[in-house]
């Protein structure tokens, strides 16, 4: 198996994840969190989202698809390209309002379009791409690719289990 299989296939994944935990809940769902401080699945979502189409367009050197059009008020956001959720307090947690799960899906789609187009024209080669130099080793591209897929699981696993709750 060639790198391009091993991470399209992990990064394949994810559509049916993502549509799993947000398919049929409505605003006040995608909002609802288990605790004064846990992050609802809206966020949750959002935030997995935010960080692969802000890493991708990093080490692509494009424009984040989450700049083009009017994806950033789909959330009650401004289009803010810092904006990924890292390091939110749960305030601004609370700040993110999908209008809808199609919301979700269609900005998590348009992201992992764009993610399987650059993964299919990797080279083995490519991976070892120093990509982020404020770590000590040095990030490469394979290593950033294994933690945006990392990050992108956990917090699809994450919203599965808040929808589990709803309701209870």
Known sequence: MNVNDLLLDGFGRLPDLVRSAVE?????????????AANPIGWLVWH?????????????????????????????LEPDP??????HTIEQVHT????SADALV???????????????GLTPADLDRIVDERWDPPVTLGVRLISVLDDDLEHVGQA?????????
Not at 24 to 36: N, S
Not at 82 to 87: A, R
Not at 96 to 99: L, Q
């Open 24 to 36: 049929d809940l409505d605003p006040d769902d995608l909002r609802w969190a288990p605790g004064p």
């Open 48 to 76: 997995l989202t935010r960080v692969q189409d802000s890493h991708l367009a990093e080490v692509v050197g494009s424009r984040q698809v989450y700049l083009e059009g009017a994806w950033s008020k789909r959330f009650g």
């Open 82 to 87: 810092e904006e990924t959720g890292y390091d």
């Open 96 to 99: 993110v309002h999908p209008e």
């Open 106 to 120: 269609e900005y998590f789609d348009a992201v992992h379009e764009k993610t399987v187009t650059f993964l299919r």
């Open 160 to 168: 599965a289990y808040v929808r589990g709750l709803l309701g209870r």
